[in-house]
């Protein structure tokens, strides 16, 4: 079985959050419908509402569900640039940097409905610094639809300052939509403390399925919608994925017991309905980073799951990895690390610092990109550049030693692209090419970790031989 590095593309689901998938699938009934199934239906899409609404420290009415980040992010951006043109406000402002559903969503808008995109720089971090997002806003003044931002970066893992980048913003009057994808799930996300006016979120990225996400809007903005229908949810159409809803809860249950509820509506108790499945998750005996374990559902859920945390807890602690909790379900369970005495957090950064220190023995050459503080990146993200050779290269020789890791940024048509993060930053494309990024997640153990780099040398020197590939490489995006 491959080691996998890769939790950025997508994280494994969780044992419970597929067990209260499978057990939602069953049930009939369209929540929108009036009959007991429909309602049967709609209450567990409601209190899957109220689970993923505490995860994010915002209200149930602020959780729209998607069909995930990318839909969000599109949303988010062109909902809020469509509700703030009477009077007409062209100017979007982002940072170097961003995803690409922000990077193209904006780019349409320009192509397609008159918006001027300003990029705004960042550090060499990464980082966008209040005092640039303040000038840019003193210069453009009332002609700024929104300003859009990575809450922490997906390819180099770097945290931004999102409360004062907020709050920067709201001292002008603009609306900031926040990207918070990859910070879901290894950060506190205070939706409503922050006072952003939107926020993108996906479930896959947290152990829930792909193909459910949310864009979690404050109730005192808008956005004009991109789907048109029934109206079933404020500004999105569409029949609602119950079983889907029901799964994110249960992913979303274990963030809230990482966390808190975050200052939101203070309904962790309640368990991915419907789930009622206990159970031990595979993490903690092998010493694993936990997230793991039983789902639960409403209140039997809570007990399972508050007898589980400990023993998961306990076995990953003991094999020198940590635990994210047990069984998901009820905020009963109160306490995430169990006898592990660590959370799934701290436990992941240990691991990431591990990582990083065992890359830069093994390959002094290699350059750390991000910010090099812990406190300032992702716990589950280490991300390199290596000098001399192709990141793609590197890439398939590790696969072929069972190692699944990303060179962070996209391949289009089979063709490697130069990361446009890099480039923002200011990595210089012959650096940037050789960019690997390392992402650890739940079930990563340190036996996986030390593997990983006794295996780096060999791939680095065969990669450094192979050099750069002669195919042009695709200039950066933004
Ligand atoms: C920062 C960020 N934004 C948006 C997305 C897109 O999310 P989804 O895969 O749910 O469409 C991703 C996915 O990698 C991401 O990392």
């Not at 009820?330 to 995430?336: C, E, H, L």
């Not at 990595?427 to 940037?432: L, R, Y």
């Amino acid at each position: 079985m491959p080691v996998y590095l890769d939790h950025a593309a997508t994280t494994p689901m969780l044992p419970g959050a597929r067990a209260a998938y499978v057990d939602a699938l069953g049930v009939v009934g369209n929540p929108s419908s009036i009959h007991s199934q429909g309602q049967q239906a709609k209450r567990m899409l409601e209190e899957s509402r109220e689970v993923v609404a505490a995860s994010v420290g915002a209200e149930p009415i602020e959780v729209i569900f998607t069909s995930g980040g990318t839909e969000s992010i599109n949303l988010g951006v062109k909902g809020l640039y469509w509700a703030r043109q009477s009077p007409a406000r062209p100017v979007v402002l982002v940072p170097g940097g961003e995803h690409h559903a922000t990077v193209d969503a904006v780019e349409w808008l320009v192509r397609h409905e008159g918006a001027e995109v300003v990029w705004l720089p960042v550090d060499a971090l990464g980082r966008l610094h209040p005092a640039v997002l303040e000038a840019a806003l003193e210069r453009h003044g009332a002609s700024v639809a929104l300003v859009s931002v990575l809450w922490a970066n997906n390819e180099v893992g770097t945290i931004q300052d999102v409360r004062a980048l907020v709050a920067t913003a709201s001292r002008f009057g603009v609306p900031v939509h926040v990207d918070a994808v990859a910070a879901y799930g290894y950060l506190p996300l205070e939706f409503d403390a922050v006072g952003a006016a939107a926020m993108s979120i996906s479930a896959h990225k947290i152990g829930g399925p792909v193909g459910i996400g949310a864009l979690v809007l404050s109730r005192r903005s808008s956005v004009e919608p991109l789907i048109h229908g029934g109206n079933q949810q404020r500004v999105r159409s569409g029949t609602q994925d119950v079983a889907g809803a029901v799964a994110f809860a249960a992913a979303a249950a274990e963030v809230v017991r990482e966390f808190g509820a975050g200052g939101g509506a203070g309904s962790a108790g309640v368990g991915a309905a419907g789930a009622g499945r206990g159970g031990a998750g595979s993490a903690g005996a092998s010493g694993a980073v936990g997230w793991a374990a039983g789902a639960g559902g409403g209140g039997a859920g809570a007990a399972s799951g508050a007898g589980t945390a400990g023993a998961v807890g306990g076995a990953a602690g003991a094999g020198g990895g940590v635990g994210w909790a047990a069984g998901a379900g009820g905020g009963a369970a109160a306490g995430s690390a169990g006898a592990g005495g660590e959370s799934f957090v701290g436990g992941l950064a240990a691991l990431r610092d591990r990582l990083i220190e065992g890359v830069r023995e093994a390959v002094p050459e290699a350059v750390l990109r991000g910010d090099p503080e812990a406190s300032g990146r992702l716990p589950g993200n280490a991300h390199f550049t290596f000098p001399g050779c192709e990141g793609d290269s590197l890439l398939f020789l590790l696969d072929l030693a069972g190692f699944s890791v990303s060179t962070g940024s996209a391949c289009q048509a089979g063709v490697p692209e130069i990361s446009h993060v890099l480039t923002a930053m200011g990595v210089s494309d012959d650096e940037a090419r050789g960019a690997l990024r390392f992402t650890l997640g739940h079930g990563t153990t340190p036996a996986e970790v030390d593997a990983l780099v006794a295996a780096l040398p060999a791939a680095y020197a065969a990669a450094r031989k192979a050099g750069f590939s002669t195919r042009e490489v695709t200039p950066a995006a933004r």
